[in-house]
């Protein structure tokens, strides 16, 4: 027999040099698997070495994509299939190629080639093709090798596929993947000792592979992984699992300990009993750490560092199920910033954004160790209070909370003042963080609505208003989807002779049920959910259309339109004024638009900013219900008004309260410093209007002159020119 056959020559592109790895390989699966005839094996010779490259070299070959074996016994019959560039000669599945005839497996344009060199199996000479896949130009380049046992003997043989173009296969390459391979890649016997391990594995268990073949698997593992490791390598060696993966913890040399994910598959020799393992191990701290990370930002908010919704809810379902058990008394505050949208119209939203983290610090502060303090969104907060003593304790959280808060904030060169309306709900067994959260939020609202910057404990009266509100939210997103609202106007009149010289626009809501809803029912809903936004624009936009009819018949109408603190603080409103103004045709002096001294409350630069330019477009301002807000001589001064507007309660009494009357003459008297109108509203009795024919007063409203009414009475009344004359209103 040639020596270069007995050697088992299988270089693709020199017949002198071996590729030794590559062989063995092959072998070991034609040996297990050959279905054709084949030597005894001589039992004076010993068994083959085990080497530990053999399943690191496998695995490499499965790994390329440009390489491809193909190996078959003395019957033709193939015995191994491995590597990726099998698909180029149609074997998608080597797996399924096993036990199949090589005529059978291989592309027909192949058998040309092949056919003659395969006549005897038992004397084939090595060669290297390029053959076609059935097109004019060839495909792959094939290398046909012998394959022969440990005495030298063929037993069989195997094809090396390559597409054209791609260099020959070198046994350098296969060590220096394993050597250079970024991740860790071992050969560990049966019992799990260390046999072989590559540089990337040393440094990462800080070992050298000197030491590492000292010690045994189990010997770097975590004593908490121990068992569970074991039981997942006795799968694999048993054969349950063909190949395992885990993630476990190894100690260093250092004694720090490394998270590391492990592949494990076993290699078998030809007589199925277990080789070695080959285990690919992967540092995963930095995945772990990136996932933390990820868990934490899905769990926390980004702007403060604290528990998010999720989370908060999470928390707060904990404490309910320890509530059943323990029946310990837990306590959720739901916490909202009064005005906080005026701080980011006017200063900015990362004025808004500092603020936030501010307010998140000082509540950290001021509550009590062991409480949860977590952000909903927006200014919206929450804290959980458990293991309370009292249910008072609850209230007295909440005022240190409110304490903490009054002092101003320092905001970029700003003083920013700020206060919190603070809802608290006391758990009871079988309540849901759900329900919790709903009754704190209901107690909130009652706060705010009592005046902000103070607190209120939930009650069951606050349950029902809360499902009211909701449904009155509901309500009004489809009342403007589909034009329920209306307005009507109420005449505002000269008080010296009864001229009808402007009107003031009051929305209400057409229910399809309810019929006609007044304001007051909807409008604080709609501020607090923000829809008195959409709400008030279109208010504005109808009014100016229905006041440009009017003025044709009365030119020195003005219609009077109220601001909400939201549109007034709006970075578009304007551009919503003007655009309305220019869409109809109205003049600018024409429209007056009333604000309340509310809505300058923590906005004032910002608000006075934009008044002063609705000024100088021509419009004119007032200043609804004077004397019941915040109002200040600096407010005063530093607005651009035009007009003050007396508050009905004032009005009402006055005939039997000295001071209301002292207030209204105090108003009328600033008024007239200032060269301001002063109109009075709210009158219901001729009595309050000869008062203040006396005192001076130019302008009243009220329903001892006309009640609110709809567009077509107002126009009939504007058209006629009829003088309005107080008649007593009391008691109607």
């Not at 952000?375 to 959980?384: A, K, M, Q, S």
């Amino acid at each position: 027999m040639p020596e270069n056959r007995r050697q088992g020559v299988d270089e693709w592109t020199s017949p002198v040099s071996t590729d030794s790895h590559v062989r063995r390989r092959v072998g070991q699966d034609l040996r297990m698997g050959s279905a054709g005839p084949r030597r005894p094996r001589r039992t004076s010779r010993t068994a083959p070495r085990v080497d530990a490259d053999d399943g690191v070299l496998s695995l490499a070959v499965d790994a390329l994509p440009d390489v491809g074996v193909l190996a078959f016994d003395l019957g033709l019959v193939v015995t191994a299939a491995h590597g990726g560039a099998l698909a180029t000669c149609g074997v998608r599945d080597p797996a399924a190629a096993i036990g199949r005839p090589l005529a059978g497996v291989v592309p027909r344009a192949w058998e040309a080639e092949l056919a003659p060199r395969l006549v005897d199996p038992a004397r084939l000479e090595p060669a290297d093709v390029a053959i076609g896949t059935g097109t004019r130009r060839p495909a792959v380049r094939v290398g046909l090798r012998v394959l022969t046992d440990e005495d030298g003997e063929p037993v069989g043989g195997y094809l090396l596929v390559r597409p054209l173009g791609v260099p020959a296969v070198r046994d350098d390459w296969f060590r220096a993947a394993f050597e250079h391979a970024p991740i860790g890649v071992a050969v560990v016997s049966p019992e799990g000792r260390w046999l072989r391990v590559n540089p990337a594995l040393g440094a990462l268990l800080g070992r050298s592979e000197e030491a590492l073949r000292e010690l045994d698997v189990a010997a770097v593992t975590h004593p908490a992984e121990v068992d569970h490791d074991a039981a997942v390598l006795d799968r694999v060696r048993s054969g349950d699992a063909a190949t395992a993966q885990l993630e476990t913890r190894y100690v260093c040399g250092d004694g720090q300990v490394a998270h590391v994910q492990v592949s494990v598959a076993l290699e078998r020799a030809s007589n199925g009993v277990p080789r070695h393992l080959v285990f690919h191990v992967q540092d995963v701290a930095e995945r772990r750490m990136a996932a933390s990370r990820l868990e934490h930002l899905a769990l926390h908010d980004t702007l403060t560092g604290l528990p998010n919704r999720a989370l908060l809810v999470e928390q707060l379902r904990h404490a309910l199920a320890a509530l059943e058990r323990s029946g310990e008394r837990i306590a959720l505050l739901f916490l909202d910033l009064d005005r906080f949208k005026n701080v980011n119209d006017s200063l900015g939203h990362p004025i808004g954004d500092q603020l936030l983290g501010q307010v998140a610090r000082r509540l950290r502060g001021a509550v009590r160790p062991g409480d949860v303090v977590g952000r909903l969104g927006g200014d919206e907060f929450v804290i959980l209070c458990q293991e309370l003593d009292d249910p008072g304790t609850a209230g007295t959280v909440a005022d240190r909370v409110a304490d903490a808060l009054r002092a101003p904030f320092s905001l970029g060169g700003h003083q920013v003042a700020m206060t919190a309306s603070i809802g608290i709900a006391l758990a009871a067994a079988g309540d849901d963080a759900a329900d919790l959260l709903r009754d704190a939020d209901a107690a909130m609202y009652r706060a705010k609505a009592r005046g902000r910057d103070r607190h209120e404990f939930f009650h069951d009266a606050l349950r029902r208003g809360a499902v009211e509100r909701l449904e009155i939210e509901i309500g009004l997103r489809r009342a403007l989807a589909e034009g329920q609202l209306v307005l009507h106007y109420q005449p505002q009149v000269r008080v010296r002779d009864g001229a009808v010289v402007g009107v003031e626009a009051l929305v209400r809501w057409q229910h399809p049920e309810r019929g006609l809803v007044p304001p007051g029912a909807f409008l604080p809903v709609a501020e607090g959910t923000r829809l008195i936004v959409p709400i008030g624009g279109w208010v504005l936009d109808e009014a100016c259309r229905q006041a440009a009819e009017w003025v044709a018949a009365v030119p020195e109408l003005r219609v009077a339109v109220n601001v909400s603190a939201h549109q007034l603080t709006g970075s578009d409103f304007v551009d919503s004024v003007s655009g309305a103004l220019e869409r109809h045709g109205l003049a600018p002096e024409r429209l007056c638009l009333e604000i309340t001294e509310g809505a300058f409350v923590g906005a004032m630069e910002f608000a006075s900013r934009t008044l002063a330019t609705l000024v100088e477009l021509g419009i004119e301002l007032a200043v609804d219900d004077f004397g019941t807000g915040y109002a200040t001589f600096d407010f005063v001064r530093r607005v651009p008004l035009h007009t003050i507007k007396i508050a009905g309660e004032f009005m009402r009494g006055m005939e039997r309260d000295r001071r209301d009357a002292g207030i209204v003459a105090s108003v009328l008297t600033l008024a007239r410093a200032l060269e301001l109108t002063a109109v009075a509203e709210g009158v219901e009795t001729a009595a309050q209007r000869d008062y203040l024919r006396r005192a001076g007063c130019q302008l009243a409203q009220g329903y001892a002159y006309a009640r609110p009414a709809p567009p077509a009475a107002i126009g009939e009344l504007l058209r006629g020119g009829q003088r309005l004359q107080a008649v007593d209103a009391a008691g109607d």
